[in-house]
C-alpha cells in the first residue's frame, strides 16, 4: 500500500520513508534477505509526516542507531504533535473499494497514529545530507507542509513521497498525479509544487504509493497536472 526505499552507497544504506508502524518486519526481512547488518543503516529520511511514512523510523533509530530527518516544518508533527486537518474528510471516498483497501491496511499495519520519533534532525529545501546517496531536498509542499522529495544526483533518481504518485489510495486511481483532496492540507498548493518537481533532472520516479515511474519527469508532471484534483 505505501512504499520506502534502500539506498546503497559505499557500504552504507540510507532509507527513504519508514512505512507503517507494522512495516518494520518488512525491512527486517529485506535486510536479512540482503545479508546486511542492522548497523549498516546510516539514516532514515521521511519525506513528510505522515503516519504511512513515519511508522518504524522511530524503532529504527534505536535499534540501529541511524539518524532520523525530517522537514523542519513538518517535525512537530512526527514527533507526535497534533496533525493538522486536512483539506476534506475521506467520508466521500468510502464508496470506493479502494479506500476500505487503504483503511484495511492502516488498521492491520498500526498505522493510524503516527509512532512518535524522539530525536529528529531537520532539513530544509536545497539542503545535501552527507549520508549514504548524498540526497538532495527538494521541498514541494501542499500533501503537508513540510513535504519533501528526495533527489539522488547521482543515479537520477527522484523519490518523490506524497508530492507525485502513480496510484491513488483512496479512488485507486493509476498513473502520475498529486494525492487526493481527503489526504493533502492544500491541494492547489500541491499542484503548483509540481513545477518544482518538474525541472529535476530524473530518470526514474519512485513513488510513496504505486509503481516506479521511468522518463522524464516533466512528463510525469504534465500528466499529475492534467488528472487534476480527486
Do not use: C
Request: without cysteine; neutral net charge.
Amino acid at each position: 500500500m505505501v512504499n520506502f526505499y534502500l539506498l546503497e552507497e559505499v557500504g552504507g544504506l540510507t532509507l527513504v520513508d519508514a512505512g507503517t508502524t507494522g512495516d518494520w518486519d518488512v525491512f527486517a526481512t529485506a535486510m536479512a534477505g540482503l545479508r546486511r547488518p542492522a548497523t549498516d543503516l546510516q539514516a532514515v529520511l521521511v519525506t513528510h509526516a505522515h503516519s504511512d511514512h513515519t511508522g518504524f523510523a522511530e524503532r529504527a533509530r534505536t535499534t540501529t542507531g541511524a539518524g532520523v530527518w525530517i522537514h523542519q516544518l513538518d517535525a512537530t508533527a512526527a514527533g507526535g504533535g497534533a496533525p493538522a486537518k486536512n483539506e476534506t474528510g475521506i467520508a466521500r471516498y468510502l464508496a470506493r473499494p479502494e479506500a476500505y483497501r487503504t483503511l484495511v491496511h492502516l488498521i492491520r499495519h498500526r498505522g493510524m497514529k503516527i509512532a512518535p520519533i524522539l530525536q529528529l534532525s531537520a532539513f530544509a529545501d536545497g539542503d545535501t545530507i552527507d549520508v549514504p546517496g548524498r540526497p538532495r531536498i527538494v521541498h514541494a509542499p501542499g500533501h503537508t507542509p513540510g513535504m519533501s522529495a528526495v533527489f539522488v544526483e547521482s543515479r537520477r533518481v527522484l523519490l518523490t513521497g506524497d508530492a507525485l504518485v502513480t496510484r491513488n489510495p483512496l479512488t485507486g486511481r493509476r498513473g502520475p498525479q498529486i494525492m487526493p483532496s481527503g489526504l493533502n492540507r492544500d491541494s492547489q498548493q500541491a499542484l503548483r509544487s509540481l513545477d518544482v518537481v518538474a525541472h529535476v533532472p530524473a530518470d526514474l520516479v519512485l513513488p510513496g504509493h504505486g509503481e516506479p515511474w521511468e522518463g522524464r519527469v516533466a512528463e510525469a508532471v504534465r500528466m499529475a497536472r492534467q488528472r487534476g484534483l480527486s
